[in-house]
């Protein structure tokens, strides 16, 4: 007798699956909707799953770029230019947010000056104006804190001797008795003058600590440096989210709003507008105080050392403190907040018609954020080294040994001789050359802080040459890929001309990697 086929018999795992004949209405009910969840959930899966290998796909052509350097060097202003190149709808979106760092801009940097002076009595000894390129040890009257104090020159560049080509000493005071009792008076009346406007800004002074918790969201970080205030990667969405939890009534039709963009209000933090009414309040007490001679001179002298963005807003103090400032694109550029850990900006960007998104990945450059970079060496294709060739004269803030020039040195030798960056696209950016050629025409002697340069010429030309000298030889000695180091001289705060160099980095990373990986 012939045995039935297999084909002619029910499918058991359908058999093993029936219902039981028993199944009550309510257990159907319920049997029905567990199996549409679980057919949903199955099809949510495979829809992730598609999604991912899109995305997988699509990253195999995106450009994933590195903004490495110290502190202070630009790198977060060269992110600001390609924003505004590649995406410049989200300045506008985040215009507002600025205004509390550029209040705290303003306001640190008085309380710069003010701590300063307090150090010297509010007074200048010498009244001659030649500029001394190493600042000189306190006066008997100083109280050491280290603002007057200058480290040793560096000789690490070319493996100077390290001679010192003149050590700091005291200025020379006269005691001859040609020194008039008028002379005295006038100073007597300055430092008085000063106390007053001290006493003045006092409660403007006192507004620091609340903008830097705003900024910073009460967060601080041991040995932060000059800043004293650090922000993490969307930091501006957060200081208007902060604002608008401090707004306990809304704003009235007669209340002035300034706008950030066409088409886009924002309301304005209440504390962030209390110091602009502060700021409008003591704007003639800031005029005076920025041209006091005392504080001119000791700017001279190279007592008072300001960064390039204290000077930038004292210099705008009237527009800043306008009751209906709003910051401009420049002014966005030259505010100064501190970056910690890494912010990834994404742009799509047109090469010759294709369309590539750029992951561009902003780092904390103080030393102790240096070992966050790492994680994201291994994918990376391009990157962007910038350093200040205007810090000649500066050392670091975690250090006051080490010259910011040589720390860039450094840097950059561990950059190019990293096993997981041999094969990337490398571009060096010489950063700041405006406020090189500023402090080579005031004088300063760049053989005063960094020995090995001699006595070459002290003109912008041979110096810049220099210090790309010692660049370039550093990535020769760590090349064993044979790359090319592309090169450009800087001033990141100059749209026009970054942009153009942005286009450039752009062309030779297209031509350089996205032509060697085949993907046009």
Same mark, same amino acid.
């Given at each position: 007798?012939?045995?039935?086929?297999?084909?002619?018999?029910?499918?058991?795992?359908?058999?093993?699956?029936?219902?039981?004949?028993? !199944?009550?209405?309510s257990?159907?009910?319920?049997?029905?909707?567990?199996?549409?969840?679980?057919?949903?959930?199955? !099809?949510?899966?495979?829809?992730?799953?598609?999604?991912?290998?899109?995305?997988?796909?699509?990253?195999?052509?995106?450009?994933?770029?590195?903004?490495?350097?110290?502190?202070?060097?630009?790198?977060?202003?060269?992110?600001?230019? +390609?924003?505004?190149?590649?995406?410049?709808?989200?300045?506008?979106?985040e215009?507002?947010?600025?205004?509390?760092?550029?209040? +705290?801009?303003?306001?640190? %940097?008085?309380?710069?000056?003010?701590?300063?002076?307090e150090?010297?009595?509010?007074?200048?000894?010498?009244?001659?104006?030649?500029?001394?390129?190493?600042?000189?040890?306190p006066?008997?009257?100083?109280?050491?804190?280290?603002?007057?104090?200058?480290?040793?020159?560096?000789?690490?560049?070319?493996?100077g001797?390290?001679?010192?080509?003149g050590?700091?000493?005291?200025?020379?005071?006269?005691?001859a008795?040609?020194?008039?009792?008028?002379?005295?008076? $006038?100073?007597?009346?300055? =430092?008085?003058?000063?106390?007053q406007?001290?006493?003045?800004? %006092?409660?403007?002074?006192?507004? !620091?600590?609340?903008?830097?918790?705003?900024l910073?969201?009460?967060?601080?970080?041991?040995g932060?440096?000059?800043?004293?205030?650090?922000?993490?990667?969307?930091?501006?969405?957060?200081?208007?989210?902060?604002?608008?939890?401090?707004?306990?009534?809304?704003?009235?039709?007669?209340?002035?709003?300034?706008?950030?963009?066409?088409?886009?209000?924002?309301?304005?933090?209440?504390?962030?507008?209390? #110091?602009?009414r502060?700021?409008?309040a003591? !704007?003639?007490? #800031?005029?005076?105080?920025?041209?006091?001679?005392?504080?001119?001179?000791?700017?001279?002298?190279?007592?008072?050392?300001?960064?390039?963005?204290?000077?930038?807003?004292?210099?705008?103090i $009237?527009?800043?403190?306008?009751?209906?400032?709003v910051?401009?694109?420049?002014?966005?550029? *030259?505010?100064r907040i501190?970056?910690?850990?890494?912010?990834?900006?994404?742009?799509d960007?047109?090469? *010759?018609?294709?369309?590539?998104t750029?992951?561009?990945?902003?780092?904390?450059?103080?030393?102790?954020?240096?070992?966050?970079?790492v994680?994201?060496?291994?994918? =990376?294709?391009?990157? #962007?080294?910038?350093?200040?060739?205007?810090?000649?004269?500066?050392?670091?803030?975690?250090?006051?040994?080490?010259?910011?020039?040589?720390?860039?040195?450094?840097?950059?030798?561990?950059?190019?001789?990293?096993?997981?960056?041999?094969?990337?696209?490398?571009?060096?950016?010489?950063?700041?050359?405006?406020?090189?050629?500023?402090?080579?025409?005031?004088?300063?002697?760049?053989?005063?802080?960094?020995?090995?340069?001699?006595?070459?010429?002290?003109?912008?030309?041979?110096?810049?040459?220099? +210090?790309?000298?010692?660049?370039?030889?550093?990535?020769?000695?760590?090349?064993?890929?044979?790359?090319?180091?592309?090169? *450009?001289?800087?001033?990141?705060?100059?749209?026009?001309?970054?942009q153009?160099?942005?286009?450039?980095?752009?062309?030779?990373?297209?031509?350089?990697?996205?032509?060697s990986?085949?993907?046009?």
């Amino acid at each position: 007798m012939r045995s039935p086929s297999l084909y002619s018999q029910d499918d058991p795992i359908t058999a093993a699956m029936k219902p039981p004949s028993t !199944e009550t209405d309510s257990e159907r009910a319920l049997r029905l909707e567990a199996e549409a969840e679980a057919k949903r959930v199955s !099809e949510q899966i495979d829809e992730d799953l598609r999604e991912e290998r899109e995305r997988l796909k699509k990253k195999k052509s995106d450009v994933k770029l590195l903004l490495l350097g110290q502190a202070e060097s630009g790198k977060s202003t060269l992110q600001k230019q +390609f924003q505004l190149m590649y995406k410049p709808n989200s300045i506008d979106q985040e215009r507002s947010s600025w205004t509390a760092v550029i209040y +705290f801009n303003v306001v640190h %940097s008085l309380k710069q000056i003010l701590n300063t002076l307090e150090q010297w009595d509010d007074v200048l000894d010498d009244e001659n104006g030649d500029i001394l390129d190493i600042a000189p040890e306190p006066s008997h009257r100083a109280k050491g804190n280290g603002i007057a104090d200058q480290p040793s020159p560096s000789t690490s560049l070319m493996g100077g001797n390290g001679t010192v080509n003149g050590s700091p000493g005291s200025v020379a005071h006269s005691d001859a008795p040609s020194t008039s009792n008028a002379a005295g008076s $006038s100073k007597d009346a300055g =430092a008085i003058q000063i106390g007053q406007l001290r006493r003045r800004l %006092s409660p403007l002074m006192a507004a !620091e600590s609340q903008l830097a918790d705003r900024l910073s969201g009460g967060i601080t970080v041991s040995g932060s440096g000059k800043g004293g205030v650090y922000v993490r990667s969307g930091w501006q969405a957060r200081t208007i989210e902060n604002a608008l939890t401090m707004i306990k009534r809304p704003s009235t039709a007669n209340e002035k709003r300034p706008r950030i963009s066409e088409s886009q209000d924002f309301t304005p933090d209440p504390m962030v507008q209390e #110091i602009g009414r502060m700021l409008e309040a003591c !704007e003639e007490d #800031i005029h005076e105080l920025w041209s006091n001679p005392t504080v001119k001179g000791m700017i001279a002298k190279r007592r008072l050392k300001l960064d390039e963005w204290s000077e930038f807003f004292l210099r705008h103090i $009237s527009r800043v403190a306008s009751p209906d400032y709003v910051p401009t694109t420049d002014d966005i550029l *030259h505010a100064r907040i501190q970056t910690m850990g890494v912010a990834e900006h994404i742009f799509d960007v047109n090469i *010759h018609g294709k369309l590539v998104t750029w992951h561009l990945f902003d780092v904390g450059g103080a030393r102790g954020q240096r070992h966050s970079w790492v994680p994201y060496f291994d994918d =990376a294709n391009a990157i #962007i080294f910038v350093a200040p060739v205007s810090a000649f004269d500066q050392y670091l803030e975690e250090d006051p040994r080490v010259n910011r020039i040589d720390d860039s040195l450094q840097l950059f030798t561990q950059v190019c001789s990293n096993a997981l960056l041999k094969s990337v696209h490398l571009v060096l950016f010489l950063n700041k050359t405006d406020l090189l050629k500023a402090k080579l025409d005031k004088g300063l002697k760049v053989r005063k802080y960094i020995t090995s340069f001699g006595e070459r010429s002290n003109d912008y030309e041979t110096v810049v040459q220099y +210090f790309r000298a010692h660049f370039l030889q550093v990535h020769r000695r760590n090349n064993e890929n044979r790359r090319v180091l592309y090169t *450009h001289f800087t001033s990141v705060v100059d749209t026009k001309a970054t942009q153009r160099i942005i286009g450039n980095v752009r062309d030779s990373i297209f031509r350089g990697y996205l032509q060697s990986a085949a993907l046009v």
